[in-house]
C-alpha cells in the first residue's frame, strides 16, 4: 500500500487479536502511527515491535476493555500527549457459546461491555478529540458481525450485541456528519482466527456436532466454500478509512463471501 496513511495517527482496539494485528500491520503499511488497545500486554508488545520494524511509531497501551472507567483513564493519559487522533478502529471483540436461556448475567454484561459499551465510549472520547483537534475527514469503523444481520443458534448475547454496533454506526454518522466524521463498520463472516476455531470447540457440541463437523458445515454453508482471512477484513477496513471513502458513512458493509446478502 502506498504510503496514503502517512502522518495519521490510528487508535485501535483488539489489536492483539488476530483481525487486529491484521489491521495494525495494514496501517503501519500505509505508513501510519498506530496505537493499540488490548488487555493482553505481552502479546501486545509483541505486536507493537513487530509494526515498529516498518519504520512507524506503535504505542501498546495495556487496558481493560470491559471497565469503562479503565478506558477513559487510558485515553486521558494518551491526551495529556496532546495525540490527535485520525482513525478509530474498533476490533475488540468476544463471544460466548451459550443458548440465551443458559447466559448468567456476568455473561452478559462482559460481552455487551467489551463489544458494544467500550465502542460506544471510545467512539465518543475519539470523536470529541477530532472535533477539538478540527480533524479533516476523522473516521470511525468498527467491526460488527454477519450475526448482527441474522441471528446465530447459540451465539445469541454476541449477535445481539453486534446488532448494536450496526445501529450505532448509523446513528453516529448522522450526528457527526456536520463536523466531516464518517462513520462506517464491517459486517465478517467466519473468519480463520484462533476465535472461530474456539466456536467450533464450543459452539458445534450445542448442536451435538464435534468441532470438525460444526466447522465443515459451516463452511459448506457459505457460497464461497471458505472462511474470510484477516487481511481481507484489513484490508476492506483500510479503504473504509482512506480518503477513497469520505463520501462513505453509515453503512455497515458485509464481507461473508456470499453467507448474507445483506
Not at 498506530?34 to 505486536?47: G, H, K, S, T, Y
Not at 465510549?121 to 469503523?141: H, P
Not at 463536523?179 to 467466519?190: A, H, K
Not at 464435534?210 to 484489513?234: G, I
Request: hydrophobic fraction near 45%; charged fraction near 20%.
Amino acid at each position: 500500500m502506498d504510503n496514503i496513511f502517512e502522518g495519521k495517527n490510528v487508535l485501535i482496539t483488539g489489536a492483539a487479536g488476530g483481525i487486529g494485528q491484521a489491521v495494525a500491520k495494514r496501517f503501519a503499511e500505509g505508513k501510519a502511527n498506530v496505537i493499540l488497545f488490548d488487555n493482553r500486554e505481552q502479546l501486545l508488545i509483541q505486536v507493537a515491535r513487530n509494526i515498529e520494524k516498518t519504520g512507524v511509531k506503535a504505542y501498546p497501551v495495556c487496558v481493560n476493555l470491559s471497565d469503562m472507567s479503565d478506558i477513559e483513564s487510558v485515553f486521558h493519559q494518551i491526551l495529556t500527549d496532546d495525540i490527535a487522533i485520525d482513525i478509530l478502529v474498533n476490533c475488540a471483540g468476544i463471544s460466548t457459546s451459550k443458548l440465551l436461556v443458559e447466559v448468567e448475567n456476568d455473561d452478559w454484561d462482559r460481552i455487551m461491555n467489551v463489544n458494544l459499551k467500550s465502542v460506544w465510549l471510545i467512539s465518543k472520547l475519539v470523536a470529541r478529540n477530532m472535533i477539538e483537534k478540527k480533524t479533516a475527514n476523522g473516521k470511525i469503523v468498527s467491526i460488527a458481525s454477519q450475526a448482527a444481520r441474522i441471528g446465530e443458534y447459540g451465539n445469541g448475547a454476541y449477535s445481539i450485541s453486534k446488532a448494536g454496533i450496526v445501529m450505532l454506526t448509523q446513528v453516529l454518522s448522522l450526528e457527526l456528519a456536520k463536523y466531516g466524521i464518517s462513520v462506517s463498520g464491517v459486517c465478517p463472516g467466519y473468519i480463520n482466527t484462533e476465535m472461530m476455531q474456539e466456536v467450533f470447540k464450543k459452539r458445534g457440541p450445542i448442536e451435538g456436532m464435534t468441532a470438525e463437523q460444526y466447522e465443515k458445515r459451516l463452511v459448506e454453508s457459505v457460497p464461497m466454500q471458505r472462511m474470510c482471512e484477516s487481511d481481507e477484513v484489513a484490508d476492506l477496513i483500510a479503504y473504509l478509512a482512506s480518503p477513497n471513502a469520505n463520501y462513505i458513512t453509515g453503512v455497515c458493509i458485509t464481507i461473508a463471501g456470499g453467507k448474507t446478502l445483506i
